[in-house]
Nanobody, 124 residues
């Protein structure tokens, strides 16, 4: 059974930083890309950042570009999200996701495996 487990969420003041981690496990797990999505109360789940293991390309939502950095280790099935200069509007549950298909698609439906989510709360 494939499992993605996120960690690193918490409460932080605006302007500060947090680092999220996600590790995937399971005998059958493999992916070509992993990403982070988030969902704030009353809003739809939205793409935050993604990384393709083929070529190491990274992708970001406009709202986080320049503030967030995604990185990872394919051999360890681990992906990170370094979040700097956090804003109140970054408050959400952050989900790790893994994509099996080739190429990166910034859509939740294009990701096969999902974590349970970790809460990030930014106080203003």
């Amino acid at each position: 059974q494939v499992q993605l487990v996120e960690s690193g969420g918490g409460l932080v003041q605006a302007g500060n930083s947090l680092r999220l981690s996600c590790t995937a496990s399971g005998r059958t797990f493999s992916s070509n890309a992993m990403g982070w999505f988030r969902q704030a109360p009353g809003k739809e789940r939205e793409f935050v950042a993604g990384i393709s293991w083929i070529g190491g390309y990274t992708y970001y939502a406009h709202s986080v570009k320049g503030r967030f950095t995604i990185s990872g280790d394919n051999a360890k099935n681990t992906v990170y999200l370094q979040m700097n200069s956090l804003k109140f509007e970054d408050t959400a549950v952050y989900y790790c996701a893994a994509r099996v298909g080739f190429g990166y698609i910034m859509s939740a439906s294009a990701h096969k495996y999902w974590g349970q989510g970790t809460q990030v709360t930014v106080s203003s």
